[in-house]
């Protein structure tokens, strides 16, 4: 969340958003459809085996189309992909990375 959260703070997210986020996305201040986008990428990097056709309708019904769909859904596969490399591999963020800093430097 470290690094993520610096990318949202260079988006101008506001810091009790993403320190909501940080703590537990399903209290935090997003519209419905972004909640059903974070739903589902949620299931998608906890239970994959267990995605239906009614998680898709879910996002349909958000107001997602199909591009949008497949965008979310492979974003998420991707950073899933890249988060177990690193983590497999024991990779530690670089030292600049200290939450404080990012905080400063996106201010």
């Not at 935090?28 to 909640?35: C, E, I």
């Not at 988060?83 to 200290?98: F, S």
């Amino acid at each position: 969340m470290t690094h993520h959260g610096a990318g949202l703070r260079r988006l101008n997210v506001p810091e009790r958003l993403i320190d909501q986020l940080v703590m537990d996305y399903t209290r935090a201040d997003v519209s419905p459809k972004d909640r059903a986008m974070l739903d589902y990428a949620i299931k998608l990097t906890r239970t994959p085996w267990a995605i239906a056709e009614a998680d898709i309708r879910q996002l349909r019904l958000a107001g997602f189309s199909n591009a949008a769909i497949l965008d979310i859904c492979q974003i998420t596969g991707y950073f899933n992909f890249v988060n177990r490399l690193a983590d497999g591999l024991g990779v530690q963020l670089e030292p600049y990375w200290k939450p404080e800093e990012i905080k400063q430097r996106s201010t």
